[in-house]
């Protein structure tokens, strides 16, 4: 009875031993999380000073920076202190390099805003776009030099090779190229008629044999049919004048064949198509000129072989352009599309029209280093239906997403990629 009474007594002793340290630890690491709360809200508090910028500190020398946008003349401004004092300019010499996405390295030096003892403050060199960079700022003073680096990024994602690929994501090098200045026209497509034939009885007689049906391919000299003359009572037979499809049959075996077309055969090898050039567009058309020829899924290019003039009944002029059918994927009587090319420019840079995207209400496209890719807003020139000039934004053999990049655009927007100066 004692012992068990000694061993319930331990038991009891041991549990509250247990519960007393738990108390204690879950105190501790209570008192430790609030402390270190504490201690990131003060450095949250310490990493940004008094203007809005970031904080930069080294014992008792601060360099607050902020960067200033405006439009064609962004900058960086930066206020510095000591001890609590304002230092001067001839105190110091304070500069930035600026690292971009392709490595390429910028230094801008500050320089007082005014001479007055009321503007204490400093102003960097224009920064062009994209703001985004990793930022190494120096000062100098008295014979000792500070360093500070971070990273200031806007509009930069990165994505793995493989996903990239599996995306259909795909890049090419920005360059020079032509682009070609247009005017709309619209029409439609028409057989050539050297390459229709309606074929007729040589002789009235009676059909005795039909050999071809409507979409049939002949070939020139195939027998199409057999006529039973009614005078001499002899057999003679229609062969294939062309090469071409059966469009027509309009006898049968046992019927009378008199001057009516039998069998009609066409030849879609190459069709025309015929635009409509009115008087406001006539000054600006000649025959010769490139033709960009479009329907809803097809393209194709030709030249303006003939312009016709319009008579008294039709207020346009016609413009006939052959169009290449040797794959059969156009028809006769296709409503058509055409871009008259008028003017042709070389531009020293040019970018694909797939790569342009809106964003932030700019057009922009992204630029690719390995499996980093940055926007970069785009001052744009002339356009045609495939390609736009390029003023300011980008440079020669910048490599740039082409196909899919709305997929980047959507991964920017969810990650809240932005301005983080």
């Known amino acids: 009875m004692i012992i068990n009474r000694f061993l319930k007594n331990l038991f009891k002793l041991l549990i509250f031993s247990i519960v007393v340290l738990f108390n204690i630890t879950y105190l501790q690491l209570a008192v430790a999380s609030e402390e270190h709360a504490e201690q990131e809200e003060t450095h949250d508090e310490q990493a940004t000073g008094p203007h809005g910028g970031k904080l930069l500190s080294d014992g008792t020398l601060n360099v607050e920076l902020a960067f200033l946008e405006q439009e064609n003349a962004s900058k960086f401004q930066a206020w510095i202190t000591q001890d609590g004092k304002t230092l001067m300019v001839n105190d110091l010499d304070l500069s930035i390099e600026l690292i971009r996405l392709n490595g390429q390295v910028e230094h801008h030096n500050f320089t007082q805003a005014t001479q007055t003892s009321l503007d204490k403050n400093y102003y960097s060199s224009i920064v062009k776009e994209p703001h985004s960079f990793d930022v190494k700022v120096i000062l100098n003073k008295e014979q000792r030099q500070y360093l500070w680096n971070f990273e200031s990024y806007e509009?930069?994602?990165?994505?793995?090779?493989?996903?990239?690929?599996?995306a259909g994501i795909k890049s090419k090098i920005a360059g020079s190229g032509e682009i070609k200045q247009t005017i709309t026209v619209y029409g439609k497509a028409v057989a050539d008629p050297n390459k229709v034939s309606n074929i007729r009885a040589r002789f009235p007689g009676s059909i005795t044999k039909v050999r071809v049906n409507i979409g049939d391919r002949v070939t020139a000299g195939d027998v199409l049919a057999e006529i039973e003359s009614s005078e001499s009572l002899k057999r003679y037979s229609l062969t294939a004048p062309l090469s071409g499809v059966i469009t027509a049959r309009n006898g049968n075996p046992g019927e009378l064949a008199q001057q009516q077309v039998l069998l009609t055969i066409a030849n879609y090898n190459q069709l025309w198509v015929e635009f409509k050039i009115f008087p406001s567009q006539l000054a600006l058309v000649s025959a010769g000129q490139e033709v960009l020829v479009y329907s809803d899924e097809l393209q194709a290019v030709s030249t303006i072989k003939h312009?016709?003039?319009?008579?008294?009944?039709q207020p346009f002029n016609l413009a006939r352009v052959p169009?290449?059918?040797?794959?059969g994927l156009w028809s006769p009587g296709l409503l058509l599309e055409g871009k008259i090319v008028v003017k042709q420019m070389q531009v020293p840079l040019l970018i694909d029209n797939r790569a342009l995207q809106s964003i932030k209400d700019?057009?922009?496209?992204f630029v690719q280093v390995g499996e980093r890719y940055e926007v970069r807003?785009?001052?744009l020139g002339i356009a045609d239906k495939q390609f736009t000039q390029v003023i300011d934004g980008l440079n020669s053999g910048d490599k740039y997403v082409v196909n899919n990049s709305y997929f980047l655009k959507a991964d920017l927007e969810k990650s809240g990629a932005s301005h983080e100066h």
């Open 362 to 365: 700019r057009k922009a496209v």
């Open 307 to 313: 312009l016709l003039s319009g008579n008294t009944e």
């Open 377 to 379: 807003p785009l001052k």
């Open 155 to 166: 509009g930069r994602v990165e994505i793995a090779s493989d996903v990239a690929l599996k």
């Open 323 to 327: 169009l290449d059918n040797t794959r």
